[in-house]
């Protein structure tokens, strides 16, 4: 059964149609002591219909500790976004409401494999001589 209406579905499909490149949606879920996790589950199906470049693998947070680890997921419902390479974006909460725009657009980006930062951005980020861990929290109202 689809999450999105009709309508909705036609949205969707029309926002994923500039991907150029397929994307991997790794989904990291758990059976107890995740609420959401049906709902996400539900939701990816949903933009794997709406675009075939849209692929989803499910993981048990559980029993597929090396994969937990590989792609460093701390919670569950856990996202890997994957495009050409896995460039480290993340997903973690049910990609509902305001969420999911985030998300389309992370799987855009993905899929172009460009980071949509304009240059003086790219410049800047060029001289960070470490790693750094950008974090983005949304919330209602």
Do not use: H, W
């Amino acid at each position: 059964m689809s999450y999105f209406s009709d309508d909705e579905m036609k949205a969707l499909t029309e926002r994923l149609a500039c991907m150029t490149n397929p994307v991997r949606l790794v989904l990291f879920v758990q059976a107890f002591g995740c609420e959401t996790c049906a709902t996400t589950t539900r939701i990816l199906e949903d933009l794997t219909r709406a675009n075939p470049l849209v692929t989803l693998e499910e993981k048990n947070m559980v029993l597929d500790k090396a994969d937990v680890e590989l792609y460093g997921i701390i919670a569950a419902p856990g996202l890997a976004i994957i495009g050409d390479r896995d460039r480290g974006l993340r997903f973690y909460g049910a990609p509902d409401g305001y969420e999911l725009v985030s998300l389309l657009q992370g799987i855009v980006l993905a899929s172009s494999g460009d980071s949509g930062l304009s240059e003086e951005s790219r410049s800047l980020v060029a001289t960070l001589t470490e790693a750094r861990n950008l974090q983005i929290f949304s919330t209602p109202t």
